[in-house]
Each structure stands twice: as structure tokens, then as C-alpha cells.
């Protein structure tokens, strides 16, 4: 008599359920590395370079397991920079002196190690901040920094130097210090911060009286001239190096709205960031939204919203409110923010200030932050969204996808596309799909979401599978999908397998000695051993989802069965 069997799933790991109804295939998921004051990175500048870098590819490791993808990379702190520059000189934080050059050449190896893991590197430069002038007299590298090359561009406030936006000569030393970034260089992108004057008692007299031709009032000749220099920097970059996204981060409020009293971009610091946009000079910003909804933070989304012409809105995070001891935000109050831009139509992605405030390790709330996103809104992989109003570029499909059992996996192989010496491909996209082609708008079939080989090895935990392989270039453009033939491992009609709500029933002519269930990426969520002929098990506990049982029978027979959670 055959043994009927009631088995409650107990899972081997968490599974966590979006709160979204759709994953995003498409998102910037960002973060700030600060370099000054060794904020992040490196963690001391007496390091050798060897530990500096495993530093580096320890936290960008972590960055890739939560798929995270795109770093902002501090290039520039206080008129010094972490690139090989005859203009600036070299950052302190790095060579633990004021003297040395770099010990090695940081920017590139920070771009190298970033494009390894499939992520975009964007240099974070600060233009006009230039610190204090003890800073400033520190440095011995043939009188470099800014204050001694040209100290007839300095104005202090607030004990603190900075470059004079008012005086065009200041335009035409930064545009020609960042040609020199963008010409030795390959960063995705360029982003800006304290792209702003620091207040309104900002001692520029001189500058109004000898460059305001045009008469205007203080205020609107501060807003013109970043303007104006926003502008001269773009035309630099399209000559310089045209591939190059242009990005800023500017005050989270760009002008209050009723029964708010927030500092402003446009009016307190005289950043008039939409106007770039609307100007065409800048692709994405990233508005340092760095409060709650006391301050207005899904309407202040809605008004970037609405003077973004359709560029990209990344929300920059207050990760660091977590444990800055004035504020005590918890990790949820972050990941609920992630949840609120994701609901926000016309947002495509957050970025967190900063690095040690998001990575495990770093202190409690940091970690529970990290694993939150990990296991839930980062669960799966997110390609970076297209600008089509910068360029579009159409790369072409993987040529000869083949899938071949070998050793109990599938050995899948392709070739480059036909036009990839045109367009060259940054990485390939897998996804599995069983009797039928895959959906690539379905991100949740991505079994390798990024791979720059063009051969991968996976589970066999599925009859009749097959694999597409798609194709994505620089300019995050995929291209249409090549797909391998039908691969059937096994089949065998005496097993039954039916599904009636959250109930499997399994029935076997022989003892069922195992039931495996893996995810869509062959990950184990649950193993069961229930020796009987029949099986029914309650499946209530799983997250939404595809899975696949793999059912072993007596006398070594594997089926392998699809099934939707």
C-alpha cells in the first residue's frame, strides 16, 4: 500500500518578497566612494599599494554580490586629485605625504577593477572647494595646489578657500584641468558635487563689479555663472572625449514648495541644476535628498520630476543618517526610501551616501542595510538605463549559442557579434527559459545577468530547457537575443507532477528519496528526503517565483519539473 506523506517546507534561506509588483530590469543602483579624509577608501594612506587595492576590490566585491552597479568615485577632494595630473597635485590620502606623486596610478586601477565586475566608474570632481589654507600650504609638489598656482582666484569663507566662480579666468583653469581627466581616462561618466557657491556672504565683490556686463542682479549673475561653467565643460567633454556622461549632485531641494523651508539649490546656493538639464549640458542628476518626509521628500521627488525633461533622476540617499548620532535613522527608514523612488514615476535609480554607511561589516545598522537590499531590493541583477537623447548604438546578437551537457551541467557557448569590432560589447546577458524562449524583459530569468566571457557552465536542474543569450554594449544597449536548441536532460512519464494552489503532489511508482528545489538560478531553497511513494508538500512559505524540482527515485532516475510560485 503506497504511504501518503503531508511534508511543510522549512527553507534553507530567508526569502524575501518585493514590495514592488514589478523588478526593475532597468536601474542605477549607485554609490558614493569618498576618498577625502580616507572616508572610504583607502582606509589609511600608510598602506602599501598591494593593500590599498585589495581594500578597494574587497568593497567593490561586495558591491557586485548585492548588484549594485554603477560607483562614484571621488577623483578630486579639495584642489588635489587621484589621477596623474601636471595641474593638481596629488592627494594626500594616497601618498601619506605632501610631496610624493601617486604610488600608483589610482584612477585607472579604481576604472579597471569597477569595469571587471560590469559596473559603471564615474569620477566625482568638486570644482570650486578647495579646503583649508593650512591644507593648501601643505602641499610641496612645485607649488600645484591652486592656492599657490593661482592665488588671484581664492576667496576664503568660512575659514575655508575656494575657487571665485565670478572670475572666468576660474572657468578656464578647471575646464582645462578636467580636459586633462577626460583625455588620460575612460571614466563612464564625470559627476559634479559642490557644484554651487557655499552662501550668500561669499566675498566676490570684485568679481561682480569687474565681470557683470550685462548688469544683472547678484543673485542671478552667482546662478549664470555656474551656468556658464556647466556649459563650457560639457563642450569640453564633446570634444574631449564624447562617450562620457555628464552628472551632478546637487541640494536636494531645488526650490521650496508650500509649508516647507528647506535650503534651497536655487536660492541659497545659487545652483540652478535643472537649468542645466534643460540646456542640454547635463545627462543625470543625483540631488542629495538627505531627509525624511518632514522635509518634503516624495514632493521634492515630484518637482525634479517635473524639470527634468525626461534626463535621468537618480535620488541620492542619506545612508550615513543611520549613524551620524543626531538622527538614529534605522536600516528600514533607508530601504523604504528605495521602495517610495521606485513608486515615483519619471525616477530611474538611488545612490547612497556613502560607501562604509551600505557595506557589511562596517557596524550593525550597516549591515542590516546591506542585507536588506541584497535579499530584497537588489535581489536580482539591474542593467543600467539608456540615454537615448545622448546616443543610440544598436550592438548586434551573439553569433552560434550552443548548450551541451557535460558532467551533469550545461556547458553553454556563443561567439561575438558580427559588429562588435563597430561596437564593441561590454558583457553578456543568459537567461533560461523551459519549453519556450525566454522573456528578456523578465529580469527574474536571468541566470547570469553579466558575463564578459562567451562561455558559462550552470545547473542542469531542468528538462527541455533553453538558453538566450543577449548582448549589451558601452552604452548599456542590448541587443536581440540568440537562442540554443531545446536541451532535454531527462524524461520519465511514471512520475507525475501536478500543482493545485501553493500543493505540490508528486506520485512515484518507486520511493521518492529526495525532492530539490533550486530557484531560477539553480540555487538550493529546499531539500527533502520523504522516502515514500507519494509526496505532498505545501509550498506557502515560498517567496513569488520560478522554481524547479528535481525528484529522485529509487534505481538512480532524476526528473526534473517547473513549476510558479
Known amino acids: 500500500m503506497k504511504k501518503l506523506l503531508l511534508l511543510t517546507l522549512v527553507t534553507i534561506e530567508t526569502l524575501a518578497v518585493f514590495a514592488q509588483t514589478n523588478v526593475p530590469k532597468r536601474e542605477v543602483r549607485a554609490v558614493w566612494l569618498e576618498t577625502v579624509d580616507k572616508l572610504d577608501w583607502p582606509s589609511s594612506s600608510s598602506k602599501t599599494e598591494s593593500a590599498q587595492k585589495k581594500e578597494l576590490c574587497d568593497i567593490l566585491d561586495n558591491f557586485a554580490a548585492a548588484n549594485f552597479n554603477t560607483i562614484l568615485f571621488q577623483a578630486q577632494a579639495r584642489g588635489d586629485v587621484a589621477w596623474i595630473s601636471s595641474i593638481q597635485p596629488a592627494m594626500v590620502e594616497f601618498t601619506n605625504n605632501y610631496s610624493s606623486a601617486l604610488p600608483y596610478d589610482v584612477a585607472q586601477f579604481v576604472i579597471d577593477e569597477c569595469h571587471k565586475r560590469c559596473m559603471e566608474c564615474h569620477a566625482t570632481i568638486i570644482p570650486y572647494r578647495l579646503g583649508t589654507a593650512t591644507r593648501a600650504n601643505s602641499y610641496k609638489q612645485t607649488a600645484k595646489h591652486p592656492y599657490k598656482s593661482h592665488p588671484e582666484l581664492c ?8 575657487l571665485d566662480p565670478g572670475n572666468p579666468a576660474t572657468t578656464e583653469y578647471l575646464v582645462e584641468l578636467y580636459r586633462e581627466l577626460l583625455s588620460k581616462y575612460n571614466f563612464d561618466g564625470v559627476s559634479f558635487d559642490y557644484c554651487r557657491y557655499p552662501g550668500s556672504a561669499f566675498d566676490d565683490a570684485a568679481s561682480y563689479k569687474a565681470y557683470n556686463p550685462e548688469g544683472l542682479p547678484k543673485e542671478d549673475w552667482r546662478r549664470q555663472n555656474i551656468n556658464s561653467f556647466i556649459s563650457a565643460f560639457y563642450d569640453m567633454v564633446q570634444e574631449t572625449n564624447p562617450h562620457v556622461k555628464v552628472g551632478a549632485a546637487p541640494i536636494g531641494t531645488y526650490t521650496n514648495l508650500p509649508g516647507y523651508g528647506n535650503a534651497t539649490a536655487y536660492g ?49 540617499l542619506a545612508a550615513y543618517k543611520m549613524v551620524d548620532g543626531k538622527n538614529d535613522w534605522e536600516a528600514s527608514d533607508v530601504t523604504e526610501q528605495v521602495d517610495k523612488v521606485r513608486k515615483q514615476e519619471g525616477t530611474c535609480g538611488v545612490c547612497f551616501f556613502r560607501a562604509k554607511n551600505v557595506l557589511p561589516g562596517q557596524g550593525t545598522k550597516q549591515t542590516e542595510l546591506y542585507n536588506l537590499l541584497k535579499d530584497n531590493q537588489f535581489k536580482y541583477p539591474a542593467h543600467i538605463p539608456t540615454m537615448e537623447y545622448k546616443e543610440v548604438t544598436l550592438p548586434g546578437s551573439p553569433q552560434n549559442v550552443t548548450a551541451a551537457l557535460v558532467n551533469g551541467q550545461y556547458q553553454i557557448t556563443w561567439e561575438k557579434p558580427d559588429n562588435a569590432n563597430e561596437n564593441p560589447i561590454w558583457y553578456y546577458c543568459i537567461y533560461r527559459e523551459n519549453e519556450g524562449s525566454a522573456d528578456i524583459d523578465d529580469i527574474t530569468t536571468a541566470i547570469i545577468a553579466k558575463t564578459q566571457q562567451t562561455s558559462v557552465t550552470v545547473p542542469a536542474i531542468s528538462s527541455n530547457d533553453t538558453f538566450s543569450v543577449t548582448a549589451f554594449d558601452m552604452n548599456n544597449y542590448e541587443s536581440s537575443p540568440s537562442t540554443s536548441s531545446i536541451c532535454d536532460i531527462t524524461a520519465d512519464n511514471a512520475v507525475t507532477f501536478t500543482k493545485t494552489g501553493n500543493i505540490l503532489e508528486i506520485s512515484a511508482p518507486d520511493t521518492i528519496n529526495s525532492v530539490i528545489i533550486t530557484d531560477i538560478a539553480g540555487k538550493t531553497v529546499l531539500k527533502l528526503a520523504p522516502m515514500t511513494e507519494n509526496a505532498s508538500i505545501d509550498c506557502n512559505s515560498l517567496a513569488a517565483g520560478t522554481y524547479f524540482a528535481k525528484i529522485s527515485v529509487e534505481n538512480n532516475r532524476e526528473i526534473v519539473k517547473k513549476f510558479i510560485k
Open 268 to 316: 541659497s546656493y545659487y545652483q540652478d541644476a535643472c537649468q542645466w538639464v534643460k540646456n542640454g549640458d547635463c545627462h543625470t542628476l543625483y540631488p542629495q535628498m538627505y531627509w525624511n518626509e518632514t522635509y518634503g521628500f516624495t514632493p521634492n521627488m515630484a518637482t525634479w520630476v517635473n524639470n527634468m525633461e525626461g534626463r535621468q533622476f537618480v535620488v541620492g
Open 155 to 162: 576667496v576664503t569663507y568660512n575659514n575655508q578657500l575656494y
